[in-house]
Every structure is written in structure tokens, then in C-alpha cells.
């Protein structure tokens, strides 16, 4: 199969692409992926219970928000394939790529598939600590974005627990405390990673209390049918001591892990491994080649600004691939271009030449 426009990926930036991309008569193909990153299509959004920050919605359900996302793209035209792309090769044009078969993540299909431009959506996915209780409570008291869900009712008024020591954990720590009543801070080493401005901020604050040489070990919540967390185990890795201490709310900042391994030494990426683009235009090392998202976005992380990337990767993509297109002349501007000729003295051969 050949496309004008690729899509990789289907969370917020990659169905925002696609409905632009479709309503510019590009004729898109999404491929949602099947379980990318152990995440159901639609990305991190589908694992959040309630989304109380994307315009439009006062509150809705993270998978209903995905679900009316996909449905819009698929208006607009675009085709949607729910298979995972497993190789890609950008060295020349038109792109190929491969799939994998439908869930099977190791077989790689022999057939080539070709697309003249590649939107990358391929997302993040927050780093987990795999402890106890953790999949029982997550979305019920366990979280990987304090902006996100910070300002939940369950958190409000209530102490809540940061596991991190670097800067964002800082910074995640601090948004925390416009709302909850006390925040502890876990930090396994003996210091903070954070920059040292950072560092006094986290100190200083009232609210916060840090616990050096820390580690969480087990969630301990309610035990119904969508109970919520209300304890955490932890405990002191220089002493071996452990405590319970009451916690409605964890918030992981240990962080992010963007999805390239798909593009590695064909793409330019940061230490980190995202996506470097051009600063509000989304492009990347390779012509044609257009990121989105959190794959090239390590600071916000947000639904809101994944979408506005989106929307920015699609438009410069149709720009992009206006510009391949042979440029045909009207005969407005072919006449246009004689008389500037004659203008200048010259005679065109097919005016002066008798024979024509």
C-alpha cells in the first residue's frame, strides 16, 4: 500500500493530525498500534479515569475522550489500521515501512508498504515502580502526572506522596501543594538531583517533607471494587526500618521513556532519546519525516499541547508535500512572464522565429 501521509500512533497528536490531515484531502492512514508500549490505542489518556483539563470537556473519562477522538479522525476520512508498525526505512523517498502481524510483536510481515511523508505519534509512557497494589490503584490514587490529576476531588485536602528527586519531581511536588494538605517527597539517595534553585524551593516549602534514603514498597488502599489507596508502605534503605504512612494520592516523577526505538540511528534524538524537531514546526532530521506529541515533547506532557503539535505536524506536512509536487504554469502566467521578457527587450524564439 502507498499514502500521501503515514501516521504513527493514536493518541491525541496523532488523531489531531489525522483529522487535519484528512480535511486537507491527504487521505491519511493511522496505524493505532496493537498494545504499543503495553498501552491500548489512544495512548496514556485511556489509562487516566477522569480528564478535567482538555477544553471543551468539564470532565470526561480518559478512554471516552480517546474513543470520540477516533471516531472524528475516521469522519473526516481517515483509514485506520489496528496494527503496530515494527520497521521503518527513512533513508530514501518514499518511505517504507513493515508491520507486524496482528498481535504479534515479534514477526515482521514480508510485504513493503510506501507513504511519501511520516507523521511520528508514538507518545511516552511514564516509568512505573511495578510495587504492590500498584495496578490495583492506579487511576484510584496512583498516578504518573500531578498536572493531569493533581486537581482531582479524591486529592484535594488530603496528603499525598511524590516518588522522585529530580527536577520534575520538584516541580510535580510544588503543583501538588496548591491542593493537598501535606505532600511527602521519596527520594532513595541521600540528596536531591534537582538544580540547586529547585532544591530550595522543595526545602523551603511549608507542606513538604522530604525523606532521604527512601524507597516505597507496597499500596495499600481499600479493598472494593474501584477502592481507593489510602496507605503506603516504605522504608528506610540505609536502616531497613519500614513505615505506614497515610497517602491518598502517589504520583510517580521517575520518568518517561518516549517510544523511538523504532527510529534510532535514523533520526536525530536527545540524550534522552526524543525527538528533536524544529521549535514550533515539528520537523525532524529527515525531509518529509514530522514529530508529534510526547515523542518530541519532554517538558509539558500534556493532552492539550500533544493535539496542538498534532495539528502543527499535519499542516506542515501538506505545506511540505504541496512543494514536491511539479509546479504546472496557467497560461496566465505564462503570458505574464512573455511580456516581461518583451518589457526587457527580449523576443521569445517562438514570437521572433518566422518558422513558428
Same mark, same amino acid.
Given at each position: ?21 484528512a ?11 496493537? !498494545?504499543? +508500549? ?7 489518556? %485511556?489509562?487516566?479515569?477522569e ?22 479522525? @475516521?469522519? &473526516? ?14 533513508k /530514501? ?23 511519501? /511523508? ?7 509512557? *511514564?516509568?512505573?515502580?511495578? =510495587? ?12 504518573? &502526572?500531578?498536572? &493531569? ?18 527536577? /520534575? *519531581? ?5 503543583? +501538588? ?5 501535606k ?20 526545602? %523551603?516549602?511549608? $507542606? ?8 516505597a ?32 494520592? =502517589? ?8 517510544? %523511538?526505538? +523504532? ?12 525527538l ?11 525531509e518529509g ?8 515533547? $519532554? ?6 499541547? #500533544?493535539?496542538? #503539535?498534532?495539528?502543527? *505536524? ?15 504554469k496557467?497560461?496566465?502566467e ?6 516581461? !521578457? ?6 521569445? @524564439?517562438?514570437?521572433?522565429?518566422? +518558422?513558428?
Open positions: 500500500m502507498h499514502s500521501k501521509v503515514v501516521i504513527i500512533g493514536s493518541g491525541p497528536a496523532g488523531h489531531t493530525a489525522a483529522i487535519y490531515a480535511r486537507a484531502d491527504l487521505k491519511p492512514v493511522m496505524y493505532e498500534g496493537f !498494545l504499543a +508500549l503495553g498501552i491500548a490505542a489512544g495512548g496514556q489518556l %485511556t489509562t487516566t479515569d480528564v478535567e483539563n482538555f477544553p471543551g470537556f468539564s470532565k470526561i473519562q480518559g478512554q471516552t475522550l480517546m474513543d470520540q477522538m477516533r471516531a472524528q479522525s @475516521e469522519a &473526516c476520512g481517515t483509514e485506520i489500521i489496528s496494527q503496530t508498525v515494527a520497521k521503518v526505512d527513512l /530514501s523517498r518514499p518511505f517504507k515501512y513493515w508491520l507486524h502481524p496482528m498481535g504479534d510483536d515479534d514477526e515482521i510481515e514480508e510485504e513493503t508498504h510506501t507513504a511519501d /511523508s511520516l507523521i511520528i505519534a508514538t507518545g511516552a509512557k *511514564a516509568r512505573r515502580l511495578d =510495587l504492590p497494589g500498584e495496578d490495583k490503584y492506579w487511576g484510584n490514587g496512583v498516578s504518573a &502526572c500531578a498536572v &493531569c490529576d493533581g486537581s482531582l476531588p479524591m486529592f484535594r485536602d488530603q496528603p499525598l506522596v511524590v516518588i522522585g528527586g529530580g527536577d /520534575s *519531581a520538584v516541580e510535580e511536588a510544588l503543583y +501538588l501543594t496548591k491542593k493537598a494538605k505532600v511527602t517527597v521519596l527520594v532513595r539517595r541521600d540528596r536531591l538531583r534537582a538544580s540547586r534553585a529547585n532544591a530550595r524551593r522543595l526545602t %523551603t516549602h511549608p $507542606k513538604i517533607d522530604i525523606k532521604y534514603n527512601t524507597n514498597q507496597q499500596i495499600k488502599g481499600e479493598e472494593k471494587k474501584n477502592g481507593l489507596m489510602t496507605h503506603l508502605v516504605i522504608k528506610n534503605n540505609v536502616t531497613g526500618e519500614e513505615d505506614t504512612i497515610e497517602a491518598k494520592g =502517589l504520583f510517580y516523577a521517575v520518568g518517561h521513556d518516549p517510544a %523511538t526505538a +523504532l527510529f534510532k540511528d535514523q533520526l536525530d534524538m536527545d540524550e534522552d532519546g526524543y528533536t524537531t524544529t521549535p514550533g514546526r515539528g520537523l525532524t532530521s529527515v519525516v514530522f514529530a508529534a506529541g510526547d515523542v518530541q515533547d $519532554k517538558r509539558y506532557r500534556q493532552a492539550v499541547t #500533544s493535539a496542538g #503539535s498534532g495539528c502543527v *505536524a499535519a499542516l506542515e506536512a501538506e505545506k511540505w508535500l504541496s512543494e514536491q509536487e511539479p509546479t504546472v496557467s497560461e496566465l505564462v503570458e505574464n512572464q512573455v511580456e516581461k !521578457l518583451q518589457v526587457n527587450g527580449v523576443v521569445p @524564439e517562438y514570437r521572433s522565429n518566422p +518558422l513558428l
